[in-house]
């Protein structure tokens, strides 16, 4: 009896459902996270110059209530159902129309798509919940980093422990694997940076690509770190050089490296070790 319950709780419709209200609240994450960043960086920053703080708005992840940025109207909660919402809407605010980002329903389909494959590569059991938690902050900094070129540490760094913590509870990896995909996900790109650095005088990277692949490296083993790099850096690569020629990139701008190894992840994770590995022409 509790087995078939289990199933049903972790079955890919249920876990589809439940990905498409995770990728909602995700979209708050993605906005008002970075803002929430600014806003203590001001705050602190006015405690050490020893100036009167200044006077912010309150901002967390709950308050205030969803606005439309236009025109002030309160988002109300049959407004906010995923997905569905946004087609009943036609995609505008239903006080003066504005259009809303196509971006929302993108992420809550993405995500609640993303939940029902994890359910289907890994069965019913419960620690497909840890790879739900590894999918959702895979998306969440995905759209921060695309956004701001940051990748929160109130992000990567629960990332990476859940990581090591679901690896000794026996969920993912041996602990060992995890372990040593943290510590060479991080020395990896870390060496990379600082070569780069020594040799051109420049920053090629932020230090939060290195928290990320310490993450992947975590969750996926040292194994997979390889095929992440290559995999992010060759379509990394692609895709700046058509923003570039199509002029989305703008002078002075770069690509984001997170989305490109969170997208790398995410494509080891469904393809699986021996498959990969077949890609590599390893034994």
Known sequence: MLSDLQGALLSPWALGLLGLCI????NVVIHRLPQMMERAWKLEGAELLGVPAPDLPELS???PASRCPQCGHRIRWFENIPLLSWLVLRGRCSACRTPI??????VELATGLLFALIAWRFGSQIGVLAWCLFVALLVALTGIDW????????????????????????????LATAVWGAVFGYLA???VYWLFKLTTGKEGMGAGDF?????????LGWQMLLPIVLGASVIGAVVGIAMKLSGALREGRYVPFGPFLAGAGLVVLFAGPERVHAWFGWS
Do not use: H, Q
């Open 23 to 26: 990728g909602s609240f995700l």
């Open 61 to 63: 992840l709950s308050r």
């Open 101 to 106: 980002s196509a971006r929302y329903p993108i």
């Open 147 to 174: 956004d701001t070129t940051l990748l929160p540490d109130s992000l990567t760094l629960p990332l990476l422990w859940a990581g090591l913590i679901a690896a000794a509870l026996g969920w993912t990896l041996p």
């Open 189 to 191: 790109l870390w060496s």
């Open 211 to 219: 928290k990320l692949l310490a993450a992947l490296g975590a969750w």
